[in-house]
């Protein structure tokens, strides 16, 4: 559309034609657009999916002798399973923000349904 001679939308030629590393606005959706508005509303709605995560752990889990509550990912795959299918995404978006603690990279249903699950 930017090089389009018979397009008469000004507010698309009046923007920068390339952004490099390093710009602020390099990767980024033009403020105000709705592609912002999309992105906050679904980092919003993963961050209520995280609570409510922490959530079943505490209520589901066993207090351990250290204080913190656990749970085994079987367990926790059988309570969560019936709210959301991204049990295993929201559980390493959780371990990102050092919410929860679990060994290994991934989490595989059957085969990993022993490791534990600690809420921090």
């Given at each position: 559309q930017r090089k389009n001679p018979f397009s008469n939308n000004d507010r698309?030629?009046?923007?920068l034609v390339h952004t490099h590393r390093g710009d602020?606005?390099?990767g980024r959706p033009p403020e105000g657009s709705?592609?912002?508005q999309r992105g906050k509303d679904a980092h919003s709605h993963v961050g209520k999916e995280v609570e409510e995560l922490c959530l079943i752990i505490k209520s589901t889990g066993e207090v351990g002798e250290d204080g913190h509550v656990s749970v085994t990912f079987g367990q926790l795959f059988?309570?969560?399973v019936t709210i959301s299918?991204?049990?295993v995404g929201i559980l390493l978006r959780?371990?990102?923000h050092g919410l929860v603690h679990f060994e290994g990279e991934m989490l595989w249903q059957?085969?990993?349904d022993d490791v534990i699950i600690t809420l921090l």
């Open positions: 698309l030629a009046s923007r602020l606005t390099y709705r592609t912002e059988e309570t969560y299918n991204k049990v959780a371990r990102k059957g085969k990993d």
